[in-house]
C-alpha cells in the first residue's frame, strides 16, 4: 500500500467517512474510492453493495480479481430520553456494535443506576449534542414524549444528515409534533424523514419489544438497498 | 474489517513516518469456521513487532515471517492458511477453516 493511499485512508476514517481499498491481488496495484465517489465508479454497483452491507469481498471484473476493503464508521446510537425503553433498547443496540449514547436532561431519569453501563449525559440538547459530532453514520432516538426535549434534538438530527430518525408517539401525537416542526424552520423533507410511529410494526408491547422493533427499523435502514427499504417501512 | 482496527493504520502510518519497513496483511478470503473476517489485518514492522490479527492467533507467527521478506523484497505475496496447507506451512487453523492473506509493504 502506498504511503498517501494510507495516509488518505486514516485521514477518512478519522473523518467518520466511509472507504472502500480496491486491490488486485495478482499485482498488488491499488486504489481508495471514497463514498462520495462511488457514484461514478465503474465499480459502482459492486461498491454500492459492499458498503451497504459494511462487508469487505472478492469481485471479478475486467478479468482481474479484485479485493474491496471496506472501511466504514462505527455507527452511532444516540437515544434522547432515559425511559424505559431505552433500558432495553441501550444494551440491545450495543449488541449489535453500536456506539450508544443516552441523553435527558431529567436527573431523576438520567440516572446510573438505570443505566449502569451507557454514556448518559443528563443535559438538554442544545448542550449535549454539539460535542457528540451527530453525524450521517448516527441513528437518532427521540422516546421522551416531551416537545420541550424531543424537538430540539430532531431539528438537530435534520441538520445532521443522520442515516435514521425515529421518534415515539401515535400518528396524532406525530401530527402535532410536525406542525411544530415546521413552526421552527423544518422543511417538508427533514419531516418525511421522522420514523414514526416508531420501529416496525411487529406487534410490539413490551419495552424490549419495541426495542426490538426500533433496531429492526434502524438494520433495515441501514443494510437494505434503497426499494427494499421502501417496502419494508 | 473490524471497526476498532482504525488504531492499527495509525500505527503503520506512524511506524513508516519514523523509517520503519512496514507491512500490511489484510485477510482477503475466508472459507469454513475462519476465526476472522475477511478484512481484517495485522501490521508488521521490520523490528518484527506486529499489531492486530489476522486469525486469532493460530497464523499470526507465518504471517509475521512472511511479511519480513516482503519489507526487504517490496513484493505483495499471497498466503494460504488451513487444513490443506497444513504440512506446506507447518502451521494450521485448528478451526478448520481456510484464510487467504493479502501481504503487501507499506511505503
Known sequence: MKIEILRELNAERA???????????????????????????????????QLRMGKSGNVEAGGKKLFLNVYAPTAKLVIIGAVHISQALAPLARSLDYDVTIVDPRTAFASPERFPDVPLIAEWPDTALPPLNVDHYTAFVAVTHDPKIDDP?????????????????????????????????????????????????????????????????ITAQLRLPPKEKEQAA | MLNRDEDILKAAEDWQKAGHGVALATVVETWGSAPRPAGSSLVINDDGTFLGSVSGGCVEGAVVTEALDVIASGKPKMLEFGVADETAWNVGLSCGGTIRVFVEKVG
Not at chain 1, 31 to 40: F, G, S
Not at chain 1, 157 to 176: E, M, N, P, Q, V
Open chain 1, 15 to 49: 473523518a467518520r467517512r466511509p472507504v472502500i481499498i480496491v486491490t488486485d491481488t495478482a499485482t498488488g496495484e491499488q486504489r481508495l474510492v471514497k463514498a462520495r465517489d462511488i457514484a461514478a465508479d465503474p465499480l459502482r454497483a459492486e461498491l454500492a453493495k
Open chain 1, 153 to 217: 434534538a430532531l431539528l438537530h438530527a435534520f441538520a445532521r444528515d443522520c442515516f435514521y430518525i425515529g421518534a415515539l408517539g401515535s400518528r396524532k401525537t406525530h401530527a402535532k409534533r410536525a406542525e411544530r416542526l415546521r413552526a421552527q424552520g423544518a422543511s417538508e423533507a427533514d419531516i418525511a424523514r421522522i420514523h414514526a410511529p416508531i420501529g416496525l410494526d411487529i406487534g410490539a408491547v413490551s419495552p424490549s419489544e419495541i426495542a426490538v422493533s426500533i433496531m429492526a427499523e
